[in-house]
């Protein structure tokens, strides 16, 4: 459908405010949804590990150690693909960069491509390049208070320029990847990137 | 994920290897995109004081599994576009595709689809969308399925999918996809599907229905009267060791309650599937 059909009768409330800075389909919310798809995991802390893995080798870890790597903290919008948006989220975690920087001083060697694996079996793929360049977050933190699990916690991935089905909840390990693999939700039919602002929402998005 | 979702858990603890994975990457950018549809209003339906059903005739509908759901997309004169995801709640073997929308008093959309759209009206839509809160009969039972609200709606067009299918089997086959409703509204009014699930449950031993309202049930009112919890599951769910497929939907805090209580009576957290509802999949 070239142009769009105009509903009868429909006004809509927009969100001059919003103007810029809501990627297309989306609206604001003040609220924090929760979106899963399965029952939330529960990792004791001191079963928790992270884990960056690449070719043959692996940088690991412990919750403690991980609590004494540089913290940054965020403001960033952040876009879900089921259309809300929420301005202004406040996180703190450990930069991506920082992983990658702690791991290859370990000789852990990167990859194009990365596989994000969360306590429960979920999975996320995205480019090497989404993630690092001051891009991406394993955070800890939300609004100065330990990341609730519903919300991910203790860590989930952050990734605030991707649709947040990228910013993978439990997160424990990054895989860097010579060839792309798709994810959980990018084997369901979802984009293999997801740039809200492309509105790559579902594979064969433009 | 309609009321869709950012993050999971599932089955795979270990993603395949490099064969499906290296073909199914880039397979997905080489996809057919998800057409816009322009589905006309067969007929409306009211289901509650706050919810209507929508029947649509979807020109080109490539057809959906139980549990998938659509976006729907309402352009103004000028332009301005809101997009929001509704489940379907009609079952694949059925003519119209059915949406049932609770109108949300401060929502921007819904109003508009519960007050506004009459029989001839015209709707752009795409669809089906996810891949993972879906069920049908070939993937067998039991069926457990747990609905708050407005999250009856996709468990419907399992149980409608379920019934179509069933009719006319024989008892074997009933007895091999048995299924379980429980069901949380906050009051009798609220109940969307009544005289339908009624129907469903009365016709069908292998169906169970069980209805929990939270709020001012009636005086003669039988059955359970409180939120959903632990011992209302271990009282009504299969036992894990049926090994049920779990369905779970509803507002966050329902789902997040009924999830975790399932998992601890020791169902397997792969086999629960959930999915949130609300304004915007339910606030916390």
């Given amino acids: 459908m070239s142009e769009p059909f105009v509903s009868r009768g429909f006004r809509g409330r927009r969100q001059s405010a919003a103007a810029g800075r809501l990627p297309p389909g989306q609206y604001e919310t003040r609220d924090f949804p929760v979106l899963s798809a399965g029952p939330t995991p529960r990792t004791p802390l001191a079963a928790w590990d ?157 | 994920m309609p009321a869709t979702s950012e993050t999971v858990s599932t089955a795979r603890s270990e993603p395949t290897a490099s064969p499906t994975a290296t073909t199914a990457a880039p397979a997905a950018s080489r996809a057919r995109p998800i057409a816009w549809r322009l589905a006309s209003v067969v007929d409306v339906v009211p289901e509650t004081p706050r919810a209507r059903t929508l029947r649509l005739d979807v020109p080109g509908w490539p057809g959906h599994r139980a549990g998938q759901h659509v976006d729907v997309r309402l352009t103004a004169e000028d332009g301005y576009q809101a997009q929001r995801s509704y489940s379907i709640g009609s079952a694949p073997e059925e003519l119209a595709v059915a949406l049932t929308v609770e109108r949300l008093d401060d929502g921007e959309v819904s109003p508009y689809l519960t007050d506004e759209l009459r029989p001839g009206d015209r709707l752009e839509l795409r669809g089906p969308i996810g891949g993972h809160f879906v069920w049908d009969v070939a993937l067998g039972g039991p069926l457990l399925l747990v609905a708050g609200g407005s999250g009856i709606v996709p468990l419907m067009a399992m149980l409608r999918h379920r019934a179509i299918v069933l009719a006319g089997a024989n008892d074997g086959a009933r007895h091999r996809v048995p299924a379980r409703l429980l069901y949380s509204a906050r009051r009798w009014d609220e109940v969307i599907y009544r005289d339908e699930l009624a129907r469903l449950h009365e016709g069908d031993p292998t169906l169970d229905v069980a209805l929990t309202l939270t709020r001012e049930p009636p005086p003669e009112w039988a059955g359970f009267r409180r939120r959903i919890d632990r011992m209302m599951l271990a009282e009504v769910a299969w036992p894990p060791a049926e090994r049920p497929h779990a369905f779970v939907c509803g507002p966050t805090p329902l789902v997040e309650s009924v999830a975790a209580a399932l998992v601890d009576l020791g169902h397997d957290p792969a086999a629960v599937k959930t999915e949130r509802f609300g304004p915007t999949g339910g606030a916390t």
């Avoid at chain 1, 977050?137 to 699990?149: C, K, S």
């Avoid at chain 1, 984009?191 to 579902?202: A, S, T």
């Fill in chain 1, 50 to 206: 992270f884990t960056l893995r690449g070719r043959g080798t692996a940088a690991r870890w412990t919750w403690e150690e991980f609590q004494a790597l540089p913290r940054e903290t965020v403001t960033v919008d952040i876009h879900c693909v089921t259309k809300w948006s929420k301005f202004g989220t406040v996180w703190e975690g450990v930069s991506v960069d920082t992983l990658l920087a702690e791991a290859g001083a370990q000789g852990v060697e990167p990859g194009p491509y990365v596989l994000a694996v969360s306590d429960g079996g979920y999975t996320t793929n995205l480019p090497l390049a989404d993630v690092a360049g001051g891009k991406a977050w394993v955070a800890t933190g939300y609004d100065g208070a330990p990341l609730a699990p519903e919300h991910g916690g203790p860590a989930r991935l952050l990734v605030p320029h991707l649709y947040f089905w990228k910013s993978a909840k439990w997160v424990r390990q990054l895989r860097l990847m010579e060839r792309d693999e798709a994810g959980f939700w990018e084997s369901l039919g979802y984009h293999n990137f997801g740039d809200p602002w492309r509105e790559q929402r579902y594979a064969g998005d433009e």
